[in-house]
């Protein structure tokens, strides 16, 4: 029984998440911190360990679903196959369940800390230090607040953001399909990560951008908002994490301009360029806004 729970917690720990130290095999879902921080639970899983053992698991943050079995398909017999089959859709279900229950609660749990929160000061330490200016954010014991969104508007939760840069999501807060808007669209949308990096985008342009908060958001933001908005030609202004194996700022940003038939533009850095420069506010703040909207002159021939 051992030998299968420490096969599942080496499942878990295969995908990159941090595998907790307990693992409770009673079928129900059980949350965990994926990053090792404490007060973190973005991970959950479910263990069976009675008829063929098996397992389903997950981060509510990255959007990571991963299951297990200790046999294959092929070394069942049809009776286990089929009581498998069945497990495999109870473990989805409650996982579902779950999700949305803690996503509600963190909805009205974000809704009431926005509505008690102040708009947020220009001279705020962390925009002050990005350059840039607070649009639409609010503050609220002392962090910044940005608003994650729907395509109808919905608050779903929040993205804090302290003095030093420091960001959080609200606790079980949806993310996926989530973004918060910079401006009013005409023509073009841009889509990126951050909230500096979209603030930079749009003074450098003029452009509306949506902030998509992580490289794994990109492609659920686009089209979520190339559904609402099909006329827009959508721009995915990437992240350039070069000194990072397989670039994933620029990877995702590609795979969603495919998905919505849209176009990726990177930041061009000078040849001095430091490490950690990555971002269109990175790049403004070394080369001015004039090198981000030199960035993106080609999207005027993009509108009519």
Known sequence: MNNLVDQFRQAIAATGLDAPDVIHEDGAIHRFSTNGKRGDESGWYVLYLDCVAAGSFGDWRSGLVSSWCSKTTTDMTQVEQDAHRSRVQ???????????QRHQQASESAALQWAQAWP??????????????PYALRIFEGKLLVPMRDTAGTLHSLQSI????????YKDGRVSGCYHSIGKPAG??????????????HEATGQAVAVAFNSGNLGRVAMALHKKYPDLVIILAADDDWRTEGNPGTTAAKSAALSVGGFTISPQFPGDRPPKATDFNDLAALAGLAAVRECFSETEGFVC
């Open 90 to 100: 109870a473990m989805r279900a409650q996982r579902d369940a779950d999700l949305v």
């Open 120 to 133: 947020a000061p220009a001279n705020y330490p962390y925009l002050v230090a990005k350059g840039i200016r």
């Open 162 to 169: 302290g003095e030093d840069g420091d960001k959080r999501f």
């Open 188 to 201: 073009l949308l841009i889509v990126c990560e951050g909230f500096a990096t979209a603030a930079s985008i």
